[in-house]
């Protein structure tokens, strides 16, 4: 009579050691701090990708995959723009602020890009564009530049960043909604994280 034992698995788990769950938006003073830094050692490329991801709101993958034809026409940067959602399969516009149009211009003058390139190539090869994995460990560096805890944030913390102080602004969540491209209120409200306290303070605000 065999009897056999189940060797048990020695796989380590994907997220051992990582922060679990939604990533916090960017405080208005660590913006700031980032682009601070950024500007002062000359860090153009990552300067405009910072940028752009808080104006835009975008996903990691739909932001990198941005050409330069979607957001430059002419020899000027647009003030609004239009990108195709690779989740969703929604188109989404969205604003492009005066600090964001003067990054992406630099950008693309140093860099010599053209219509048809990606607004963030690889650097291995120009007609690739910067890796999702890539632009982590970069959201990583900026957090960790200005001294705060990397592990706390990642690239969902910049695509969660204007919505939410948009919304904490106004209190607005349709003008979010249309925003962020989502087709359910529902989502949006998962997404800015709001609880009951949140509705509390907007009823406060209400003296009848």
């Not at 211009?105 to 890796?131: E, V």
Request: with cysteine; charged share 25%.
């Amino acid at each position: 009579m065999h009897i056999f034992f189940k060797r048990q698995s020695a796989c380590i788990p994907w997220n051992k050691g990582q922060l679990i769950g939604q990533k916090p938006p960017l405080k208005l003073k660590e913006i700031w701090a980032i682009r601070f830094h950024l500007h002062q050692e000359g860090r153009l490329r990552d300067l405009a990708l910072f940028n752009l991801a808080i104006d835009s709101k975008l996903r990691a993958c739909d932001l990198v995959k941005v050409r330069v034809l979607d957001v430059h026409e002419g020899t000027e940067v647009k003030r609004r723009a239009i990108v195709l959602q690779q989740k969703t399969k929604r188109p989404v516009k969205f604003e492009i602020t005066r600090h964001t149009r003067e990054a992406i211009l630099s950008w693309i003058d140093a860099s010599k890009l053209t219509q048809l390139h990606y607004l963030f190539p690889s650097r291995q090869d120009y007609s690739l564009h910067l890796s999702t994995r890539q632009y982590a460990r970069t959201v990583k560096s900026w957090v960790k530049m200005i001294g705060v805890d990397h592990a706390v944030y990642g690239t969902h913390s910049l695509q969660r960043t204007k919505a939410s102080l948009i919304y904490k602004q106004t209190k607005n969540l349709r003008t979010v909604q249309l925003l962020l491209g989502h087709s359910k209120l529902e989502s949006t409200v998962r997404y800015l994280g709001i609880d009951v306290d949140d509705a509390l303070e907007v009823a406060e605000q209400i003296d009848i």
